[in-house]
Nanobody
Framework: QVQLVESGGGLVQAGGSLRLSCAAS????????MGWYRQAPGKQRELVGA????????ADSVKGRFTISFSVDSAKNTMYLQMTSLKPEDTAVYYC?????????WGQGTQVTVSS
C-alpha cells in the first residue's frame, strides 16, 4: 500500500512559478514508477510527467517549463514538480501517481490556478 499527499498548490500570476510536493508513505525507491497528472475542469486527466527507472518523460505542453525531482536522501520519500513560466492553461488539479506491483495509487490532488 502506498499513500500519497500532495501540497504546494495555489494561485499564481502567469509567468510565475510554483513547486508541488508529493509525500509518499513508502520510500520512493521501492516504487516502480511515479509521476504527476493534472485535470482541468471539463477535461480528462492527463499526464504531466513521469519517471520510470532512469527515464523521465514530459507532456509536450510542459517540456522546458516543468521539472520532476526527488529528495536526494533515499530515506526520505518526496517527489517534487517545479513549475515555471506558468500559463493560464496550466490551471488544473494536480495529482501525484505511483505504480507498484501492478497497482495504481493516487493522491487527493492540489489545485493550481494561474491568472492572466
Amino acid at each position: 500500500q502506498v499513500q500519497l499527499v500532495e501540497s504546494g498548490g495555489g494561485l499564481v500570476q502567469a509567468g510565475g512559478s510554483l513547486r508541488l510536493s508529493c509525500a509518499a508513505s513508502r520510500s520512493i525507491f521501492s516504487i516502480n514508477d511515479m509521476g504527476w497528472y493534472r485535470q482541468a475542469p471539463g477535461k480528462q486527466r492527463e499526464l504531466v510527467g513521469a519517471i520510470s527507472g532512469s527515464s523521465t518523460t514530459y507532456a509536450d505542453s510542459v517540456k522546458g517549463r516543468f521539472t520532476i525531482s526527488f529528495s536526494v536522501d533515499s530515506a526520505k520519500n518526496t517527489m517534487y514538480l517545479q513549475m515555471t513560466s506558468l500559463k493560464p492553461e496550466d490551471t488544473a488539479v494536480y495529482y501525484c501517481n505511483a505504480k507498484k506491483l501492478g497497482n495504481n495509487y493516487w493522491g487527493q490532488g492540489t489545485q493550481v490556478t494561474v491568472s492572466s
